[in-house]
């Protein structure tokens, strides 16, 4: 196509990095997206940013404008409207490492996680046949100290009687939570947000709403027994689902190693490589939509001239050139690049002796000319000028 031939001749080192950074912009935003607990976001961004593009693209005057002015408006209102999603990218990102849990071996933590998913698991069984209500979280990389009231430092290592026994009907702490942090009781008796979803809850009751509402502020697994229907859940990602004994194991491990059911299915190949691929492909599309242009324009600045290091007893003949009519030319983005009230002729007047003549050539002397623009004529060509000693009257009236 004779638009990337002609993109590709004109893309410079700083295009390169302009695409770069935009390109990683772009791949933290669709890092964050893709693991958000509530999609809303990046619905509402997703169809700004088409509304935008379909505006610049059929020339929509009336709607670029909105945008263009309304661009502090819109980016407020997105702010306080989405403030949660925003705070909870934030935490995603500070807790992100580059060694996730799809690239770990078959490693003594991954054992662990085994031992601690089988001992949840024989332990909320039992709870759920004889209908003792429970309440489990297993956090993830997100710090929850924030999400988290009241409660009871314990650190104690997890096992099956100990969690009985926590979540005995008369034991003082059982209507709360406990937190599980490397195979050890961190906190018990602790107390979590509730969702305002309340058609997520099903029949859910005061745990359920603590399970979901704790999942869609962070990255944490929270399983949930019921004590009225004797039923347990999981909650993750913002959802409550119910689960049955025999897939509560494999359930576990996914979790407590880091890697969610619904990426189990897709190489981790792909996984890793498709949100880079997409952002470099979106920054690029960003690059050739606003960056990249083919229309050449012309301009004329007037540019004024300045003369450098004339000495003492010198002066310059009248009368002097004070300005050049520049015409440059380029695209609209080479000339946004361009400070016209920098541009200058400067030129150095250090001479020896008498009555001299001067000549420069105008356009060898053009200062603060950005390289992507084209010099068309530069008016005069050459500039002229006499440099003459001070007659003595002037000397003489100087202090």
């Given amino acids: 196509m004779k638009i990337v031939r002609d993109a590709w001749q004109t893309f410079s080192l700083t295009d390169l990095l302009d695409v770069a950074i935009i390109g990683v912009l772009l791949c933290l935003i669709l890092f964050w997206l893709r693991d958000r607990a509530s999609r809303s976001l990046g619905v509402v961004v997703t169809t700004i940013a088409m509304i935008f593009l379909l505006a610049r693209w059929l020339d929509l005057y009336l709607v670029t404008m909105v945008f263009h002015y309304g661009s502090v408006a819109i980016l407020l209102a997105l702010v306080i409207v989405f403030q949660q999603d925003i705070r909870h990218g934030f935490e995603r990102l500070t807790s992100w490492t580059w060694s ?3 690239w770990r071996s078959d490693a003594p933590g991954d054992r662990q996680s085994f031992g601690l998913a089988e001992i949840l698991a024989e332990a909320v069984c039992q709870m759920a046949d004889h209908r003792v209500g ?51 009781i961190s906190r018990l008796g602790v107390h979590l947000p509730l969702t305002q979803q309340a058609a997520k809850l099903s029949e859910g009751g005061t745990r359920h709403a603590a399970a979901v509402g704790l999942a869609e502020v962070s990255d944490a697994t929270i399983l949930v027994v019921s004590e009225e229907r004797g039923t347990i859940s999981v909650a993750k990602d913002g959802e409550l689902q119910r689960v049955e004994a025999e897939s509560l194991v494999p359930l576990l491990i996914r979790s407590l190693q880091g890697a969610e059911s619904a990426n189990m299915a897709r190489p981790s190949w792909f996984r890793r490589v498709s949100v880079p691929v997409l952002s470099v492909a979106g920054a690029l599309l960003l690059w050739l939509m606003f960056a ?26 009248e009368p002097k050139p004070t300005y050049a009519e520049v015409t440059l030319s380029g695209t609209e983005s080479a000339f946004a690049l361009l400070d016209a009230t920098t541009a200058t002729v400067s030129l150095d007047t ?50």
Avoid at 159 to 181: N, T, V
Avoid at 361 to 378: F, G, Q
């Fill in 134 to 184: 429970a309440l489990i979280v297993l956090p993830g990389r997100q710090p929850l100290e924030r999400h988290l009231r009241g409660g009871v430092d314990v650190d104690a290592k997890a096992s099956q009687p100990l969690l009985l026994s926590i979540f005995h009907p008369k034991s003082p702490g059982h209507d709360g939570a406990i937190i599980i942090e490397r195979e050890r």
């Fill in 292 to 317: 990249f242009e083919t229309e050449m324009i012309q301009r004329t600045l007037v540019v004024p001239v300045e003369f450098r290091n004339l000495r003492d007893g010198w002066e310059i003949e």
């Fill in 100 to 102: 996730p849990g799809l």
């Fill in 350 to 399: 250090e001479r020896e002796g008498g009555r001299l003549r001067n000549y420069w050539r105008t356009e060898a002397h053009l200062k603060n000319i950005p390289e992507s623009l084209e010099i068309e004529s530069v008016l005069p060509e050459v500039v002229s000028v006499t440099i003459r000693r001070k007659s003595n009257n002037d000397s003489a009236g100087q202090p």
